[in-house]
């Protein structure tokens, strides 16, 4: 939907048309359902919804388009989900811009609308300092998040965008597409492709605090029990938003590294993924600090590592993203969706660490990058073990 023309065009006006003619007898809000009292430019809408389209009543053309075409249900629950569709069933129920009084846009009434930002050091790894402020999601915020809450989830998709291997796994998948290659070559670069995300996500999981102030020992068991699961769940969404899915051709880059059966698989797998980026990226800091993502290991002194012997602050740790990401559930979908989207995740990572585990049973070349990776991660750590130093995390660490 495109805000720059008549938005009396678009389809979500006529839906909600009738609307718009029909007296309100049980005095809710025509736009989302909330209560309502009064009219506010033009439609009998709650307090929340008059201060939505006061905000964005004289720049439409700032509204950004909706992800899903325009048809998204607008409830209490999920008003604050699409601006677009909110503005677009204002429009349609009869909310004028031009009954806004302009002064309501001057002075300290604007200015109290401005979202508080807050600031917050992250040091990536062999980098400078960077200053960002915390994600703007809440204009004003009402969720059960506090604002520490806020700016751990901030750090924590800051740290997933700065790491994140997506330029480079499009630029590789481009030219492999339109280049041509040897069988060789193709393998090579596959091999390039899958080293390049798990590196990339194992510095996410580096980054935080909670995975600094363990001890080098435990940091090394944590690697060898949860990287192969978490690998391959984070290859999937990389490689779904890199278009790797979109045709045969760039499909075929896998396949001198995995069966073709695997890569469909895969694909499969990836059409069930939450279309909500904040929401995967929470879940994989989730499964990050779980005592073993993994289904295989060879390993039998892992029953008496370190890691289990301190178990407490793990699962204290997997605690704290578990109740984020459920806070933050419960602002954007309310209880039932979130439950749904929950289990899904849940169903999806368990489908995907089954899959993980017969590629690492039987794909020898596989195998052994996955066993390079850990153990050269592993040598890292120890190297770097006198600077466990929290570079972003809670505040109470």
């Known amino acids: 939907m495109n805000f720059k023309r008549p938005l009396s065009l678009s389809p979500i006006h006529h839906r909600f048309s009738k609307t718009h003619i029909e007296f309100n007898k049980n005095k809710c809000c025509q736009v989302c359902g909330d209560k309502a009292n009064i009219f506010n430019y033009g439609a009998l809408s709650c307090a929340s919804c008059k201060t939505f389209f006061r905000r964005h009543g004289f720049h439409p053309e700032d509204i950004p388009q909706c992800d899903f075409y325009g048809n998204c249900e607008i409830t209490i629950q999920s008003r604050r989900m699409c601006t677009a569709c909110r503005f677009s069933k204002c429009l349609a129920i009869g909310m004028s811009p031009d009954l806004i009084r302009k002064e309501d846009f001057t002075g300290k009434s604007r200015s109290l609308i401005k979202p508080k ?49 997506s330029y480079e796994v499009k630029r590789m998948i481009k030219f492999l597409t339109t280049t041509s290659v040897d069988i060789q070559y193709k393998l090579q670069q596959s091999l390039n492709i899958v080293s390049m995300i798990c590196q990339s996500i194992q510095s996410s999981i580096n980054s935080t605090a909670d995975f600094r102030i363990m001890t080098t020992e435990e940091q090394c068991s944590l690697v060898q029990r949860n990287t192969l699961g978490i690998w391959a769940f984070y290859s999937m969404v990389i490689l779904y938003h890199c278009d790797m899915f979109d045709n045969i051709s760039s499909k075929s880059i896998m396949n001198p590294l995995y069966k073709l059966d695997d890569v469909e698989y895969t694909r499969s797998l990836t059409m069930r993924l939450d279309p909500d980026p904040t929401l995967v990226k929470l879940i994989i800091m989730v499964l990050s600090f779980s005592s073993n993502c993994f289904t295989i290991h060879a390993d039998q002194n892992m029953q008496r590592d370190s890691l289990l012997m301190g178990t407490f602050r793990l699962l204290g740790s997997q605690n704290a993203y578990v109740e984020i990401m459920w806070k933050y559930m419960l602002y954007r979908y309310g209880y039932f969706e979130s439950a749904k989207r929950f289990c899904e995740l849940i169903k999806i ?49």
């Open 117 to 165: 930002q807050q600031y917050l050091c992250l040091s990536k790894l062999g980098t400078s300092n960077t200053i960002f402020s915390t994600m703007n999601l809440l204009s004003r915020d009402i969720s059960s998040l506090s604002p520490d809450n806020w700016i751990l989830l901030s750090n924590l998709v800051h740290a997933f965008d700065s790491f994140a291997p």
């Open 349 to 397: 990572m368990l489908d995907e660490i089954n899959m993980a585990s017969n590629i690492y049973d039987n794909n020898k070349i596989h195998q052994n990058l996955a066993n390079q990776i850990i153990e050269g991660t592993k040598r890292s750590l120890t190297f770097d073990g006198s600077e466990n130093i929290p570079l972003w995390g809670k505040n109470e660490i």
